[in-house]
């Protein structure tokens, strides 16, 4: 993807997890988190971000790998830009073909892996289709063996406590606009509240107010494309003003809900 002027464009694909494709100069986005695993292989420039303290790196040829909740930007490093395609995976995915492991954390954020990147180029060969289901699920598998692999983890943590973290986890999808307490996740798990906010960040990569909100926006954005305001999408997902929406947006995406709309306005 090679542009052919100083123009800032995102791509998003319509397959059944978030995937764009894109091309940035200068600053592309502002701190900000995900709760997925990011996954991005630089096709043009120098694609830099500051991740876990310092500035990173990736040009054509390695693949970028965000684990999830760790906070991270994005801008060119050069003035020729950086393009990019990228795909977000549910840790709760990685989850399903570990069987009970932590997440594994690659801290460079940055591979050469020859096999990672021919694992991504499978999952992000036709961005807007979805992989068949089996060929999904062994990709998913070969993703997570790899990531494994690149993070040396070894550790093996009782299936047990994956289960109450599930439990915890699907109470949380059952009640997004209620919302939850600690107390309620205490009775459907029977752990006390720091043995689910620990396995909870062990198995998921983030907490679980941290999980509650990013539901939120996921349904809250769906709501924007399809029309209605920002005002109406925050009440909808029980934010308590635009405000609050528009700083978990930024801090969640990097930029407002009115940038993000600007940036996609040419799907609709």
């Known amino acids: 993807m090679m542009p052919d002027k100083k123009q800032n464009r995102v791509r998003e694909f319509a397959g059944s997890h978030e995937c764009i494709e894109a091309f940035f ?3 592309a986005y502002s701190p900000h988190r995900h709760d997925t695993y990011t996954f991005a292989l630089t096709t043009h420039g120098v694609q830099s971000f500051n ?3 310092s500035l990173r790196h990736s040009i054509p040829g390695k693949a970028v790998i965000l684990h999830p909740d760790e906070l991270h930007d994005g801008q060119a490093g050069t003035r020729d830009g950086f393009g990019y395609r990228s795909i977000c995976i549910s840790p709760v995915e990685i989850q ?4 009970g492991r932590a997440l594994p954390f690659v801290k460079k954020g940055v591979s050469k892996s020859r096999r990672l990147i021919a694992i991504l180029n499978i999952l992000m060969s036709e961005l807007d289709t979805n992989l068949d289901g089996a060929e999904f699920d062994d990709t998913i ?3 997570a063996t790899e990531l494994m692999t690149l993070s ?3 550790e093996k943590i009782r299936s047990v406590e994956y289960e109450t973290v599930k439990l915890a986890q699907e109470y949380i999808d059952e009640n997004i606009i209620e919302g939850f307490t600690m107390s309620d996740l205490e009775h459907q ?3 006390s509240r720091w ?3 620990r396995n909870f960040r062990s198995f998921l990569g983030t907490s ?3 999980y509650l909100i990013m539901r939120r926006l996921e349904q809250a954005r769906h709501m924007l494309l399809n029309g209605h305001s920002i005002t109406d999408a925050a009440y909808a997902y029980s934010f308590s003003d635009q405000s609050h929406f528009n700083r978990h947006f930024r801090k969640t995406y990097g930029v407002t809900p009115n940038s993000w709309l600007t940036l996609f306005a040419h799907l609709n």
């Open 96 to 99: 399903n073909a570990l069987g």
């Open 152 to 154: 040396g983890a070894r």
């Open 195 to 197: 043995q689910i906010s």
């Open 189 to 191: 798990t029977g752990q």
């Open 51 to 53: 991740y876990r303290g």
């Open 208 to 210: 679980p107010y941290r």
């Open 141 to 143: 598998f070969d993703l």
């Open 25 to 27: 100069y200068g600053t």
